[in-house]
């Protein structure tokens, strides 16, 4: 920790917390529509582990609006993954934003990304989980 206390937080983990109304019904639908299976659980919580980092899934009487990306996965091959992930019947939103729109492939062509990342760009896609979160998935263009 910086003397100052200013960086309290930049050394930390960030993990994810989703919502969930049915808990059941999302262990589910991450493990057969997204071969995930949770690493842990607790009364009213999942677990889950992806590379170095982690989300869980939890019990609550609220909902998210679903009208944001709430947490998104960075991959090698877009175009395998949601290959797999329609075969397995996930179904991916068509979206028409200013500066981008998905194509008849359902992939997102975004022009831009962080300098610190080292891309020109990122192709993306977005889908809903079962309790209407919405999640992304994207491939930065180099």
């Given at each position: 920790?910086?003397?100052?206390?200013?960086?309290?937080?930049?050394?930390?983990?960030?993990?994810?917390?989703?919502?969930?109304?049915?808990?059941?019904?999302?262990?589910?639908?991450?493990?057969?529509?997204?071969?995930?299976?949770?690493?842990?659980?607790?009364?009213?919580?999942?677990?889950?582990?992806?590379?170095?980092?982690?989300?869980?899934?939890?019990?609550?009487?609220?909902?998210?609006?679903?009208?944001?990306?709430?947490?998104?996965?960075?991959?090698?091959?877009?175009?395998?993954?949601?290959?797999?992930?329609?075969?397995?019947?996930?179904?991916?939103?068509?979206?028409?934003?200013?500066?981008?729109?998905?194509?008849?492939?359902?992939?997102?062509?975004?022009?831009?990304?962080?300098?610190?990342?080292?891309?020109?760009?990122?192709?993306?896609?977005w889908f809903?989980?079962?309790?209407?979160?919405?999640?992304?998935?994207?491939e930065p263009?180099?």
């Amino acid at each position: 920790m910086e003397e100052d206390g200013r960086n309290l937080l930049a050394r930390g983990r960030v993990a994810t917390r989703l919502p969930a109304r049915d808990l059941e019904r999302a262990r589910r639908f991450y493990s057969e529509k997204l071969g995930l299976d949770p690493v842990d659980e607790r009364p009213g919580g999942l677990l889950y582990r992806c590379g170095d980092t982690e989300f869980a899934v939890f019990r609550s009487a609220g909902a998210s609006s679903g009208t944001f990306t709430q947490m998104g996965w960075q991959v090698d091959d877009i175009e395998a993954v949601v290959a797999e992930l329609r075969r397995r019947g996930v179904v991916f939103e068509s979206v028409d934003l200013p500066g981008f729109r998905t194509a008849e492939d359902g992939i997102a062509e975004i022009e831009g990304n962080y300098p610190s990342k080292g891309a020109r760009g990122e192709r993306a896609v977005w889908f809903r989980d079962s309790e209407g979160n919405l999640l992304g998935i994207g491939e930065p263009v180099v």
